[in-house]
T-cell receptor, first 114, second 111 residues
Framework: NAGVTQTPKFRILKIGQSMTLQCTQD?????MYWYRQDPGMGLKLIYY???????DKGEVPNGYNVSRSTTEDFPLRLELAAPSQTSVYFC?????????????FGAGSRLTVL | TQLLEQSPQFLSIQEGENLTVYCNSS?????LQWYRQEPGEGPVLLVT?????EVKKLKRLTFQFGDARKDSSLHITAAQPGDTGLYLC???????????FGTGTSLTVIP
């Protein structure tokens, strides 16, 4: 089982550039999430989705966009990258049907904006 | 503002010592989870506690959910170098699959 797969693992961007972080899961989970992790700050929720075609903002959505056209994929778009977006980004998924409410995380994408 | 505060933020101990990590909030959660994260990887679930006052044991790890379901603790007995990592608590709300993470505790166990 691949679980949650994120690409790329590392990326360096210049200020003002745009990019998309890819996330795909093969567990047929209906919920998907994007978090960012900064030192000493735990995980902050950027966006989440309860199913294909439905997305909603989390705690820190500014500067990001998402889409959920399929159950499997949940890409995160950064427009006009800023140094404040330097972070490690984690995609995660869970199922509301299993009753377990457990998050399965990807391995993370480390983004540096210079 | 952080919904869940963890303490301590950093902990460095010798192998064989005991330790406790705390996760506190003013909010009530339907359940609380503990995750462990190793460098370069995503967090992995250790345990979920659901009932107020619940205690769960996982080998040398003991997890407790507060009676009011606002706080939790993780106690490790006879710590080993393999316990080194970042420990994160996460509160789950009744409104759905909403997870609120704590600030994290970075544990280093020195051989």
């Amino acid at each position: 089982n691949a679980g949650v797969t994120q690409t790329p693992k590392f990326r360096i961007l210049k200020i003002g550039q745009s990019m998309t972080l890819q996330c795909t899961q093969d567990m047929n989970h209906n919920y998907m999430y994007w978090y960012r992790q900064d030192p000493g700050m735990g995980l902050k929720l950027i966006y989440y989705s309860v199913g294909a075609g439905i997305t909603d903002k989390g705690e820190v959505p500014n500067g990001y966009n998402v889409s959920r056209s399929t159950t499997e994929d949940f890409p995160l778009r950064l427009e006009l990258a800023a140094p404040s977006q330097t972070s490690v980004y984690f995609c995660a998924s869970s199922s509301s049907f299993s009753g377990a409410n457990v998050l399965t995380f990807g391995a993370g994408s480390r983004l540096t904006v210079l | 503002t952080q919904l869940l505060e963890q303490s301590p933020q950093f902990l460095s101990i010798q192998e064989g010592e005991n330790l406790t990590v705390y996760c506190n909030s003013s909010s009530v959660f339907s359940s609380l989870q503990w995750y462990r994260q190793e460098p370069g990887e995503g967090p992995v679930l250790l345990v979920t506690v659901v009932t107020g006052g619940e205690v769960k044991k996982l080998k040398r790890l003991t997890f407790q959910f507060g009676d009011a379901r606002k706080d939790s603790s993780l106690h490790i007995t006879a710590a080993q170098p393999g316990d080194t990592g970042l420990y994160l608590c996460a509160g789950v709300r009744n409104t759905g699959n909403q997870f609120y993470f704590g600030t994290g505790t970075s544990l280093t166990v020195i051989p």
